[in-house]
């Protein structure tokens, strides 16, 4: 999903990038506009985009996003790869969406070159389903995805 900014004098015009960012970082974005110290609680996943809407890093800001649906179910995203721990809408549809009998446990896709995920790699793709479930696990375990709290070891 694009992301639009324009903001004369701070943002060049015309630039485009491509790193992977959340609207969950507005949070931290706004609050370091406006000087204010988020709480130690507060914007577990939420990284600053200041440094990439100025140009001041090339940098990527995070490896992965995590996504969590209405009713629980969890999803990452990392480089061109999305995998949802579970195999239907996550809540976010009229429930006509019913997985085949057959379906594997999770979905797993190639954003890049299936943009409109109409390709379940999960069985295609098992050590990348591996990798990015561990990853997921951490994030899980950590409570949190930005470095700036995370607890302690």
Known sequence: MPFIVRWPGKVKAG?????????????ATFAKLVGQKLPRSAGEDSHDLMPILTGKS????????????????????????KLILGNSSGGFSDGAFKPAPDAPP?????????????????????EVVKEMTAKLKKLRELGRSTRRVQKKS
């Not at 999770?106 to 098992?126: A, F, I, M, S, V």
Request: aromatic share 8%.
């Open 58 to 81: 090339s940098e990527p800001l995070k490896r992965s996003v995590t996504h969590h649906s209405i009713i629980g179910m969890f999803a990452i995203r990392k480089g061109q790869w």
């Open 15 to 27: 630039a485009k990038d491509d790193r992977l960012i959340c609207s969950v970082d507005l949070m």
């Open 106 to 126: 999770g979905q797993h896709y190639n954003t890049t070159d299936d943009p409109y995920e109409t390709r379940n790699l999960y069985h295609q793709r098992p």
